[in-house]
């Protein structure tokens, strides 16, 4: 009667759980997914797995509760995100379930946002000139915050930086900010 509600517990990196190599052997035995998972893990990773490697991903589906073709898709993700160290595999799996992409229609679904986010973060630094460097966390925020709240494509951020060097004689995503956030508020 609503009296007991059961949630799980937010998991962080300090409580995934160690298995011994005997308890990895037997779950193996069991569950051909995780054999899968762990030869696409040693597959992605160019190394045959450590005991403590093969913990890490079966505390993914255990502990974390992802499902092994989500843990495979998310493998994958990382990979391609240059993120091959277990410890960031370990971590954006943990990110997953706290996001609720615990199956394959939703990991895709993340994926595919994620890589158009990334084109029109892309597209924004083509506009503005930025080629041989990383984003500044400042640049990040900013640049999330055009795409993702304000909706704006590479065409006005093209009218801010223009007005912007015209009015400053250089590049400042800080000034570009307020003037797209002014135009955003105007409508």
């Known amino acids: 009667g609503d009296k007991y509600v059961l949630e799980r517990p937010r998991v962080r990196s300090t409580d995934i759980m160690t298995y011994t ?3 990895i052997s037997e779950r193996i035995d069991r569950d051909h ?5 762990y030869k696409k893990t040693e597959d992605i990773l160019a190394k045959p797995l450590t005991t403590t490697d093969a913990s890490v991903v079966l505390s993914l589906v255990d502990w ?9 898709i998310l493998l994958q993700y990382c990979a391609d995100s240059g993120r ?11 990110e997953w379930a706290e996001k609720e992409i615990n199956t394959c229609e939703r990991a895709e679904a993340f994926i595919e946002s994620e ?15 930025i080629a041989d460097r990383a984003l500044t966390d400042g640049e990040k925020k900013v640049f999330a ?9 590479s065409d006005i951020i093209a ?11 250089k590049y400042s ?5 307020k003037i797209i956030s002014g135009w955003f508020k105007q409508g």
Request: glycine share 12%.
């Open 21 to 23: 190599a005997e308890d």
């Open 33 to 37: 997914g995780l054999l899968f998972l």
């Open 64 to 72: 974390v509760g992802l499902p092994s073709e989500v843990v495979a």
């Open 84 to 94: 091959k160290s277990l410890r960031q595999i370990e971590k954006t799996g943990i």
């Open 115 to 129: 890589k158009r986010k990334r084109e029109v973060v892309s597209g924004y630094c083509r506009v503005i000139g």
């Open 145 to 153: 915050s055009w795409s993702e709240t304000m909706g704006y494509g």
């Open 159 to 169: 009218e801010a930086f223009n007005a912007t060097v015209r009015a400053t004689g």
């Open 173 to 177: 995503y800080q000034y570009m900010d």
